[in-house]
Each structure stands twice: as C-alpha cells, then as structure tokens.
C-alpha cells in the first residue's frame, strides 16, 4: 500500500513533479526531460495506469482520499495529501479536480513498429495547440484510428492539457515522432499506406468521391490550426481530400475536420 504523507510546505522537494504546471515551456522541457507526466482528475488517473503506466506519486486533498483508495491501495508511490491552497500555490492553478498523480513514461515505439500492424493511421504536422492534441487523439479512439504519427514539430500528446482534452484516450492509441519531416513519410508509404492529405482547396476530392474506407491502408495526413498542411506535406501526399462545406463555412477547427475525416476512413463502419 501507498505511504499516505500529510504536506504543508509548497517548497518541500517532494512536491517538485507538481510545481509551475501553468508554466507551458517550463513543462515542454521538463517533462519529456525527466521521464514524466502529470494526470490530472480521477478518471485520468486510472486510465494511465490501466494503460501500464507506473504512478511516480500521488497528489491528493483529503475529499479524494476514500475515493482513491483503492488506488492508494494498489500502489507503492507515495501519496501526499495537501490542502487546497496549498495545492494551488505549488501548481500554479486551482487544482478543482482534486487529485493529480506524477507517471513514469514509457518509451515511445518506433514508426516502423508502429505501422507494422496498423491499417488506419493519422499524421499530424505542426498541431502545436494542446487542445487540439488531446481532441484529435479522442476522436482517433473513439472512431477506429489504429495509430497516430507526429512531426518532430507537434506538441506533446503526454502534455497536461493534452490528457485531460483527451480524457485518458491519449493512453489507448499508441503514438510514434516521425524523426524528419516530411521525409519520414517515404516509410509510411514504403509501409503500404496510402497518404491522404486533408485540405480545404478546392482541387482536392471530397471523402465521398475518394472513398477512403474501401481502402486498405490509409494514412490520413492532418496539418495546424489555421495554415493546415505545409506546401512540403501536401507535396508529398498521394491524394488530397476535403471535406464538403455549405453555408460559405470554409473550413472547420482542425479537432472537427479530424473527427469527420476519421469516420470517413474507418473500415466496417456503422450507419448513422
């Protein structure tokens, strides 16, 4: 069972997983650095470690104690328990979920691995935004995406804010960094998938025409918020598709065309 530790100094060395939370660059450097990931919330936090990730240690106020318990009891980190203040001058926000833990990370799959058994595969270039990370690795859970794949450039899935968007779907569909970009596409081709750049241009084939979901491999390339795909990416695409629009609406949130997109593709798909 877990040590149950009462803290009531924000600078005791403990806590230091914890501190600057809001602090994003601070985190972006830290984090990955370190080997570590902060799950926020209690659904969160079971999820991570469903998912096989091993609890660094626990940060609770004492309303979530009972209902951690049998998480506490399950595991051998540590859990300092803190007052709600407390809690916010060492996080930097109001902790109101009550409960966060520190996890271990665990080493990324390569590409290659990652495409060996997969058949529906997204790639992101440049998603920056944590929101939309974490929304897009929802909805790639959610609608049948086997796999994702990053830029060297996008954020990190692992990113408080990017979980907690996710609710834990971050832990469910395994992820690989694409070591150049965007000549590390030639392996996801090389791999039998077929590249498939969603935009917005009018030169682009609807999903309808394209019909993605008769086909065998499909890797459906997503670029950032607002730019969408670089001139370099949609080069490198097969085929590029677009997502019918009406009402002089030109494009959706990057986190909704991902969504659209990734029924589109899904294989054995269900009929609304």
Same mark, same amino acid.
């Given at each position: 069972?877990?040590?149950?530790?009462?803290?009531?100094?924000?600078?005791?060395?403990?806590?230091?997983?914890?501190?600057?939370?809001?602090?994003?660059?601070?985190?972006?450097?830290?984090?990955?650095?370190?080997?570590?990931?902060?799950?926020?919330?209690?659904?969160?936090?079971?999820?991570?470690?469903?998912?096989?990730?091993?609890?660094?240690?626990?940060?609770?106020?004492?309303?979530?104690?009972?209902?951690?318990?049998?998480?506490?009891?399950?595991?051998?980190?540590?859990?300092?328990?803190?007052? /709600?203040?407390?809690?916010? #001058? $060492?996080?930097?926000?109001?902790?109101?979920? &009550?409960?966060?833990? !520190?996890? +271990?990370?665990?080493?990324?799959?390569?590409?290659?691995?990652?495409?060996?058994?997969?058949?529906?595969?997204?790639?992101?270039?440049?998603?920056?935004?944590?929101?939309?990370?974490?929304?897009?690795?929802?909805?790639?859970?959610?609608?049948?995406?086997?796999?994702?794949?990053?830029?060297?450039?996008?954020?990190?899935?692992?990113?408080?804010?990017?979980?907690?968007?996710?609710?834990?779907?971050?832990?469910?569909?395994?992820?690989?960094?694409?070591?150049?970009?965007?000549?590390?596409?030639?392996?996801?081709?090389?791999?039998?998938?077929?590249?498939?750049?969603?935009?917005?241009?009018?030169?682009?084939?609807?999903?309808?025409?394209?019909? /993605?979901?008769?086909?065998? #491999? $499909?890797?459906?390339?997503?670029?950032?918020? &607002?730019?969408?795909? !670089?001139? +370099?990416?949609?080069?490198?695409?097969?085929?590029?598709?677009?997502?019918?629009?009406?009402?002089?609406?030109?494009?959706?949130?990057?986190?909704?065309?991902?969504?659209?997109?990734?029924?589109?593709?899904?294989?054995?798909?269900?009929?609304?």
């Amino acid at each position: 069972m877990a040590e149950l530790i009462t803290i009531d100094d924000p600078d005791d060395p403990r806590l230091t997983d914890y501190t600057g939370l809001t602090d994003v660059e601070l985190r972006r450097r830290r984090e990955p650095a370190e080997g570590l990931f902060i799950a926020e919330g209690e659904k969160v936090i079971r999820r991570a470690g469903e998912a096989g990730y091993a609890m660094r240690s626990m940060l609770l106020s004492a309303k979530w104690i009972d209902t951690m318990r049998d998480v506490i009891e399950e595991s051998t980190a540590p859990v300092y328990r803190i007052d /709600p203040e407390l809690a916010e #001058r $060492v996080t930097g926000y109001h902790v109101h979920r &009550g409960a966060l833990a !520190s996890m +271990q990370r665990k080493p990324l799959p390569t590409a290659r691995a990652l495409l060996a058994g997969a058949r529906r595969v997204a790639v992101m270039e440049s998603v920056n935004d944590h929101t939309n990370i974490g929304a897009i690795f929802r909805s790639a859970a959610a609608l049948g995406m086997d796999a994702v794949l990053l830029s060297p450039d996008c954020a990190d899935p692992l990113y408080r804010r990017s979980v907690k968007v996710s609710m834990g779907a971050v832990f469910s569909v395994p992820y690989a960094r694409l070591e150049t970009w965007p000549k590390g596409l030639d392996s996801v081709r090389e791999a039998g998938f077929t590249l498939l750049a969603l935009t917005p241009d009018e030169k682009a084939r609807t999903l309808d025409e394209c019909a /993605p979901h008769t086909m065998d #491999r $499909v890797a459906l390339m997503l670029g950032a918020e &607002g730019e969408g795909l !670089s001139r +370099q990416a949609l080069a490198a695409a097969d085929e590029w598709v677009r997502i019918p629009m009406s009402h002089g609406v030109d494009s959706l949130n990057v986190g909704a065309a991902a969504a659209v997109a990734f029924y589109a593709v899904a294989t054995g798909r269900p009929q609304l």
